[in-house]
């Protein structure tokens, strides 16, 4: 087993990583003077994960939309017992997510953690699929279909990529829809269970009051090996244009709420890291609240403190979102790419770039003061490619000049969506 | 971890915690007043002003300048219920000096602003500077008005309307939109003055070092405030109503929202905090695996116990055709309970869940602070271990007990429109 240590230079935090026999990269960080443990065994397997295929096979599997998120619900189902009674036991409080290109399996506790641990790896290697059991959770997943389609921030939010991506399956919802859903079954899952959740696919991340050497001692007792088999995962060819650029859904909200995105072009590893800090702090130089745009919207009362941004990127898409709530999101839109015309023919305003980098600086060191945060950095860093603490350093390393390139190239027009949820009450 | 509570004056109290794990602090004041619909917007106006602007930084623009250039150092204010109070609180949280780069004096610059935001707000003759009160207000109603767009959110804060109806917990944090629109800059003064005179003042920091700075500050500056602060009662059993009473909504929703509100008048808060966690509060609870897991007539289905009202609330999200079936299933896994139908697996489950819960406390600077605010409010100062040990004597007749004492208050039911 190779292990190396990742120090970061500011706050002298150390991260051991591992690359384990099995072929599973391990991330582990131990934080002195915490109670709790935060543990997260991810696989790079997320809802865009659609068309894939091993090396030895001729042609792409083509799986229905929600799929991963199914099978993270029903890999919870031992063939004897529920995962969740499995926690009962140590006491800590087990859990799952799946996102676009992850999915992971999490716990955290502040005793028995090698226990916890155990049940962790044993039960995310140990699939148990049948179709009685898959018909039922047809039923319960159904229901959380419909409970997020009454959630306005997630509908404003997959409308906009909607009308964004002409084929990329970042369009899709994570959870699939009904009709997607009843096409899964037993086989399905077990094919994308053998497909992805090959332990050269994932990572164990664990972070809190643990000791390095348990861990790895657990991992060598607990983890298959596994043989690399080749794993490709294909998307479909997306235009760099938008499908249109407006979308309107009226839902019972009180406040109407709105997303403007902006079509971006992806990247993958270092790449886009440095992309994601540029993007990152153009957003912020656009709705700092000491600029005169945001003051002339605020006094308008256009946007309210809930105006904010995010980038939003992982493999074949990239956008920078400008959300929050308003009456008037067409004139949001609009002040919006103005400032950036502005900006483009005027430059960057250098102290306000001074400013946004030091409170950037400030939010990365606040993240590595928690234990959840922590384990979420490593194992998402390594999924995106990059080490732990490599965001603190092109942080540092990035130059106004940099920013300005990026809303020259990215914050485009003719790639700009907006969607909006309307307020029918 | 040391902590440390001193009474800087009349009913105000400095506690510091000093954790040398942390590289960030945290500075909560909270000022505890009586919730009432008629003061209600008024005050939450009067503080959540304080963290926009002072008399230095007269605009939100120069405070938020003055915030980035202190590394993304926060500040904010909050309005919360507790029970029939109202907890109106302003927050200030900054990295620790050891990480500023540029050698500034971080602590020292956060207890200025600090300081100036309380007690030299941007307010003239009398009243909020009129331009930011604006802002504040127009975004308190806009608060109000998405309370909608937050189902589960909404439908438990209906829930407690209905529950609380005739006591002072019924009005929300922010009160009504008709009364927070007539609120003027000088009545959210007035509030805020009155605030500062009559309150109780909990202000907890949350730090890697000692600091005596902060508590010098405030005892200076309260010195000079000719205070006349209340007493307060900080929980309080809500009474059963006569007949159980229901309230529906129709809205364009697909999922149905049901929230059934049982009270009790048991003192045995540890046991109903146990029957609580084993009726409903984790994914192996009762609720969980059979209205969920076994017969799948809820997406959630989860119990919550508040000792501030004695009060346990279970909230679900169902399909409107099984709403009939959940609620029976609800009140039969409640009966079974009663029936002493618990297991020892059960049982240790929930210790272990709570041991769990209460050992993390103290991982945040956040949750530090909400622990020793709660134990305040309590009146007992313990540790969230010593406060764990009552919990390992709940025994299973007690939690039968607490169980029968559970009766049906209120139902609220967010409908769908569409046809069953």
């Known amino acids: ?425 | 971890m040391k902590y440390n509570r001193t009474e800087i004056s009349d009913k105000i109290g400095f506690s510091s915690v000093t954790d040398p794990k942390f590289k960030t602090n945290l500075l909560t004041v909270r000022f505890i007043t009586s919730l009432d619909s008629k003061t209600v917007s008024a005050n939450t106006l009067g503080v959540s002003i304080l963290s926009d602007a002072n008399s230095k930084f007269k605009t939100i623009a120069e405070m938020s300048k003055k915030l980035s250039s202190l590394y993304g150092a926060g500040i904010s204010s909050f309005s919360k219920k507790r029970g029939d109070l109202q907890i109106l609180g302003f927050t200030a949280s900054w990295i620790n000096g050891r990480y500023a780069f540029d050698g500034e004096d971080l602590d020292a610059e956060m207890a200025q602003i600090t300081r100036d935001c309380l007690f030299s707000p941007n307010a003239e003759n009398g009243e909020f500077d009129s331009e930011i009160f604006k802002i504040a207000k127009k975004d308190l109603l806009d608060r109000i008005d998405a309370e909608l767009n937050n189902k589960r959110g909404y439908a438990l804060s209906r829930a407690e309307e209905l529950a609380f109806k005739g006591e002072p917990a019924e009005v929300s944090c922010t009160g009504k939109r008709e009364n927070a629109e007539k609120v003027t800059p000088a009545d959210a003064y007035r509030a805020y003055q009155n605030i500062l005179k009559t309150s109780q003042i909990e202000i907890i920091y949350v730090s890697s070092e000692e600091n005596n700075t902060l508590k010098e500050m405030f005892a200076e500056e309260f010195a000079k405030i000719e205070r006349q602060p209340r007493e307060y009662v900080f929980a309080s059993k809500s009474p059963l109503k006569s007949d159980v009473e229901t309230l529906s909504e129709e809205l364009d929703v697909r999922q149905c929202k049901m929230v059934m509100t049982f009270k009790t008048d048991s003192d045995d808060k540890f046991a109903i905090s146990m029957l609580s966690m084993i009726y409903g509060a984790t994914p192996v609870s009762k609720l969980f695996m059979n209205v969920r897991e076994k017969m799948s007539l809820c997406y959630y289905c989860a119990s919550r116990f508040s000792a501030i009202k004695n009060v346990v609330a279970v909230d679900s999200g169902v399909e409107k055709s099984n709403i009939e079936k959940a609620k029976a299933e609800i009140l039969n896994q409640l009966d079974e309970i009663i029936k002493g139908n618990i297991t020892d697996e059960e049982m240790q489950s929930a210790l272990l869940s709570l041991d769990n819960a209460y050992n993390s406390i103290g991982d945040t600077p956040s949750s530090y602070s909400n622990w020793y605010f709660e134990r305040f409010c309590d009146g007992k100062i313990v540790t969230p271990q010593e406060h764990f040990k009552n919990y390992p004597e709940v025994t299973k007749a007690r939690i039968i007990q607490a169980a029968s004492s559970l009766k049906l208050d209120s139902i609220y039911y967010m409908l769908s429109k569409e046809a069953e």
């Not at chain 1, 700092?288 to 006094?299: G, N, V, W």
């Open chain 1, 1 to 425: 087993m190779e292990k190396n240590i990742i120090t970061d230079k500011i706050t002298g935090d150390k991260i051991i990583h591992a690359k384990h026999d099995s072929g599973l990269d391990i991330y582990i960080c131990e934080m002195e003077g915490y109670s709790s443990v935060e543990a997260l065994f991810g696989t790079k397997y997320g809802s865009v994960n659609t068309m894939f295929k091993m090396a030895q096979d001729k042609e792409y599997t083509v799986v229905p939309e929600g799929i991963a998120h199914f099978l993270e619900h029903k890999l919870f189902e031992n063939e004897d017992c529920d995962v969740f009674e499995l926690y009962a036991k140590t006491g800590a409080s087990g859990n799952a997510f799946t996102s676009f290109d992850k999915t992971a399996y999490l716990f955290s506790c502040t005793k028995n953690y090698q226990e916890s641990l155990k049940i962790l790896l044993d039960f995310v290697q140990a699939p148990y699929f049948t179709q009685e059991t898959v018909d039922k959770e047809q039923g319960i997943i159904g229901q959380e279909i419909q409970m997020t389609n009454d959630n306005p921030e997630w509908r404003v939010f997959f409308n906009m990529l909607r009308c964004m991506y002409h084929n990329h399956p970042v369009k899709i919802d994570i959870v699939g829809t009904i009709e997607s859903i009843a096409q899964i079954n037993a086989d399905l899952l077990y094919k994308c269970y053998y497909t992805f959740y090959n332990l050269n696919n994932m990572v164990l991340s664990i972070a809190g009051n643990i000791k390095a050497d348990e861990v790895l001692e657990i991992c060598d007792k607990c983890l298959k090996p596994c043989e690399d088999k080749g794993l490709e995962t294909v998307f479909p060819d997306e235009p760099e244009s938008v499908v249109k650029s407006e979308i309107t859904e009226k839902q019972p909200v009180g406040a109407s709420i709105f997303n403007i995105g902006y079509k971006c072009k992806p990247e993958s590893g270092k790449e886009r890291l440095e992309k994601v800090m540029a993007a990152s702090v153009a957003a912020d130089i656009l709705s700092d609240p000491s600029t005169e745009m945001y003051q002339k919207l605020l006094k308008e009362g256009i946007i309210n403190s809930s105006f904010g941004t995010e980038v939003f990127t992982g493999d074949g898409y990239f956008t920078v979102i400008f959300s929050g709530e308003s009456d008037s999101p067409d004139v949001i839109r609009d002040t919006v790419s103005d400032e950036i015309d502005r900006i483009i023919k005027e430059g960057i305003d250098e102290e306000l770039f001074g400013r946004i980098k030091k409170s950037n600086y400030g939010g990365l060191i606040r993240e590595l003061n928690n234990v959840e945060a922590v384990a979420n950095l490593m194992m998402n860093s390594h999924m995106d490619g990059v080490g732990p603490y490599d965001t603190i350093e092109v942080l540092s390393k990035l130059k106004s000049s940099d920013v300005l390139d990026f809303m020259k190239n990215e914050l485009r027009k003719d790639r700009r969506v907006m969607s909006v949820i309307e307020r029918t009450v």
